[in-house]
């Protein structure tokens, strides 16, 4: 029977495992506090954190509140005090029977204040990979609880190729459901990303040009304006593909390029990104720029993080370009853009139309439709118009749709917040299906086999200044796909997106 497509509602218990960890105390406690303090979890629900950690519930408290902002407000440090109350801490292994029969008695004694039979558990697992699946298996074995309804939220990565991904899926799937699992990307709880369906599907005048007759190419774009910072092991190990491209530019490009859903049913939402991503063949390695970033504006380059293997190829900048064999997108490029050490931080997704058909106007710019998805959130279309006065000359402008401007006094909550409550409520339309993350696997694992050098010598990297766009070689390769740089003197007015 399924039963996790029903909402938590009372006698609910959240299991934060990996509760001293840097992604629990700087993502998911933040998370729970704010949906706690907006009244959005269930009533009574308490907060047990696990780790291997030894510490008392004082200097829990302390850890988990440190990245909690607005603790000067009154108001907010009142409800700090309350949900301190109702979250505790307890220590244990991973791999041991023994922790997890102690960590069932604990939940046991907290239910035993619940009303009625009843009793929800939650497991939130805040871990590294190496230990998900023996983690899963103790929780199911002796934390499981068969008198009421039971979760388990897994985090990014699902592996590290399609072989490893599909271990990792089938020994989860040996204690728990489909249906009980909840795999988050984090990039599918953000504002902006959820905006796409409503964008694509409830305007005609986007709809109506959103295919290879209309659109010359695509480009999706992560920019992050720091380096490893002295986590270069853990990053090396990954790299940039594993750590944006294959999970969450690709959960992008699936929504921006699916069919139009039944209706906004989680499965139904999930078989059209998975229909789309089947007709994606594996990344060409002709179709790959890799680029390492190296020492300028006096910042260290990635081979001088001392915690990064001496003489690494392993990229921090990757564009590749994807193909979609289907009567929709067939010839369209989809440039996918990540790196580390750049000019900015910034994630937003370019559509570039094609070039109007020449005669009255020659040499004007296309028109794009841009959606930022961060910082600063704002969707904006770039349009020619006449410029004011006597002469006829078409400039480019924008109609400009800036969030913080239209929606001031609308809250957009963070992507964790967002995705934690979707969880409580048994949506799973924003996190990824097992079918779903095996098809992505396929489209990398060719192309990462190459770059760790399987099937022959690794590629090298080239070198990019710390701070710069990228690639020097980034303008030529985005240019090969038809992307065309808007004529000198254009800029979009919002400048400073701080002062917004």
Same mark, same amino acid.
């Given at each position: 029977m399924e039963t996790s497509h029903e909402e938590l509602k009372d006698n609910t218990i959240i299991i934060?495992?990996?509760a001293s960890g840097d992604l629990a105390k700087k993502k998911t406690y933040p998370a729970l506090f704010n949906l706690?303090?907006? !009244?959005?979890?269930?009533?009574?629900? /308490? +907060?047990?954190? =696990?780790?291997?950690?030894?510490? !008392?519930?004082?200097?829990?408290?302390? /850890? +988990?509140?440190? =990245?909690?902002?607005?603790?000067?407000?009154?108001?907010v440090a009142n409800k700090l005090e309350e949900f301190k109350s109702l979250t505790t801490y307890i220590?244990?292994?991973?791999?041991?029977?023994?922790?997890?029969?102690?960590?069932?008695?604990?939940?046991?004694?907290?239910?035993?204040?619940?009303?009625?039979?009843?009793?929800?558990?939650?497991?939130?697992?805040a871990l590294p990979p190496s230990v998900f699946i023996p983690v899963a298996q103790h929780l199911k074995e002796e934390c499981y609880y068969k008198g009421g309804k039971n979760r388990i939220i897994v985090e990014k990565p699902f592996g590290k190729d399609l072989e490893s991904s599909r271990h990792l899926l089938g020994a989860l799937k040996q204690h728990w459901s489909e249906d009980e699992t909840f795999r988050i990307d984090h990039y599918l709880g953000k504002e902006m990303v959820k905006n796409l369906l409503v964008l694509r599907f409830a305007n005609v005048a986007l709809s109506a040009g959103w295919d290879k007759n209309s659109i010359s190419n695509v480009q999706i774009t992560f920019k992050e304006p720091f380096g490893t910072e002295g986590r270069g092991g853990y990053f090396d190990e990954f790299g940039i593909i594993r750590d944006i491209l294959q999970n969450h530019l690709l959960q992008v490009l699936s929504i921006l390029t699916m069919e139009r859903p039944v209706s906004f049913s989680a499965e139904d939402i999930r078989d059209e990104k998975v229909?789309?991503?089947?007709?994606?063949?594996?990344?060409?390695?002709?179709?790959?720029?890799?680029?390492?970033?190296?020492?300028?504006?006096?910042?260290?380059?990635?081979?001088?993080?001392?915690?990064?293997?001496?003489?690494?190829?392993?990229?921090?900048?990757?564009?590749?370009?994807?193909?979609?064999?289907?009567?929709?997108?067939?010839?369209v490029p989809f440039i996918l853009k990540a790196g580390k050490a750049l000019n900015e931080a910034k994630v937003e997704i370019r559509i570039q139309y094609k070039d109007v058909t020449q005669g009255i106007f020659k040499d004007i710019s296309r028109n794009e439709l841009v959606i930022r998805i961060q910082p600063s959130e704002a969707v904006y279309l770039k349009l020619n118009t006449k410029l004011p006065g006597l002469d006829m000359r078409a400039i480019p402008t924008e109609m400009d749709l800036t969030y913080k401007r239209r929606f001031a006094d609308a809250k957009i909550h963070e992507a964790y917040e967002s995705l934690i409550l979707d969880a409580l409520k048994g949506d799973h339309s924003?996190?990824?299906?097992?079918d779903e993350l095996d098809v992505a696997w396929k489209i990398f694992t060719p192309i990462l086999h190459w770059i760790e050098g399987r099937n022959g010598p690794s590629p090298k990297?080239?070198?990019?200044?710390?701070?710069?766009?990228?690639?020097?070689?980034?303008?030529?390769?985005?240019?090969?796909?038809?992307?065309r740089r808007t004529e000198t003197g254009y800029e979009w007015p919002v400048t400073n997106l701080a002062a917004l």
């Open positions: 934060v495992l990996g706690y303090r907006e !009244d959005f979890l269930p009533k009574g629900v /308490r +907060i047990v954190g =696990y780790a291997r950690t030894k510490m !008392d519930n004082t200097e829990y408290h302390k /850890r +988990i509140t440190s =990245y909690i902002k607005g603790t000067d407000n009154p108001d220590s244990g292994g991973y791999e041991d029977s023994p922790s997890f029969q102690n960590l069932n008695k604990y939940l046991e004694e907290l239910e035993s204040g619940y009303q009625g039979q009843e009793r929800n558990r939650v497991f939130y697992l229909k789309v991503l089947r007709a994606i063949p594996p990344v060409e390695r002709n179709d790959t720029l890799l680029g390492q970033y190296v020492s300028a504006n006096g910042k260290p380059g990635y081979l001088d993080d001392d915690t990064v293997p001496h003489g690494s190829v392993c990229p921090t900048y990757a564009a590749t370009t994807l193909w979609i064999h289907n009567p929709r997108w067939e010839g924003n996190f990824v299906r097992d990297p080239v070198p990019y200044p710390y701070g710069s766009r990228g690639p020097k070689e980034l303008e030529p390769f985005i240019s090969k796909y038809g992307f």
